[in-house]
């Protein structure tokens, strides 16, 4: 169970981060932006998230993701290096250029990633090795976002939910759906084994600071917010 637990994070992370950079791709050659521009970008990007790839590795592999007599200098990298790196981009000059020719269909689409996560997550809560208040069947709702992202982006004979929404029906989703994304990461902070613990069922919420699974913390809870932010500003420009 955790060997494909493992394998199912590291295909999840490469697959939906390959689509969100698709989506750049196309979108880039639309924009006024110089074909020098355009090409600093994708190789900024690419840097960006192969690099942090290799910080996500080492951290991991020697041990100082998992080392909580250092908390919270061990987990404060991997939350607040993306935190600052995406919402600089999200809203940069750039970013609102390339957004105003990705459509919001293609970036909530994207957030269909959240229903496989919470998939992973149980099998690692069956295989006892995470906490069952991470999960559906705990405390863990953030399947709800996953799933409402189908519902709204799925087109059947020309008809699509999103479609029919108002813009403040989009921002209320990516409200809610930030909102489900923080009580989780709250869950899994308070069930680690630090001061700050509050939930002291066994087992603790270690095995995210284990690479692969620490893509999770590392590229995939950083992924969920930014499509958020990406969606959020996406219904402020005006058409």
Not at 5 to 32: D, H, N, W
Not at 36 to 46: D, M
Not at 85 to 110: D, G, M, R, W
Not at 156 to 182: Q, R
Request: charge should be positive.
């Amino acid at each position: 169970m955790l060997g494909a637990a493992q394998i199912g994070f590291i295909v999840l992370t490469a697959i939906f981060y390959y689509l969100l950079y698709r989506e750049f791709r196309l979108a880039l050659p639309k924009t006024s932006l110089t074909t020098e521009q355009q090409k600093r970008f994708v190789r900024n990007l690419l840097i960006a998230f192969f690099g942090w790839g290799v910080f996500i590795y080492v951290w991991s592999r020697f041990g100082v993701f998992s080392n909580f007599s250092l908390f919270p200098v061990n987990a404060a990298p991997v939350i607040f290096i993306p935190l600052v790196t995406i919402l600089l981009f999200c809203f940069s000059k750039s970013a609102k250029e390339i957004l105003v020719h990705i459509p919001q269909e293609n970036i909530i689409k994207l957030q269909v990633f959240r229903f496989y996560v919470e998939v992973l997550l149980w099998a690692l809560f069956s295989a006892a090795l995470l906490p069952v208040q991470m999960t559906f069947e705990g405390r863990n709702f953030d399947i709800l976002t996953g799933v409402t992202a189908v519902l709204l982006t799925t087109r059947i004979s020309g008809f699509m939910l999103l479609d029919k929404m108002p813009k403040i029906a989009v921002v209320l989703w990516n409200i809610l759906g930030l909102g489900l994304l923080i009580n989780i990461v709250a869950i899994a902070i308070l069930s680690m084994p630090t001061p700050l613990r509050v939930f002291m069922n066994e087992p603790a919420n270690t095995i995210v600071t284990e690479f692969p699974i620490s893509l999770l913390p590392g590229f995939l809870v950083p992924l969920a917010y930014m499509l958020h932010i990406l969606s959020l500003r996406k219904a402020a420009i005006k058409k």
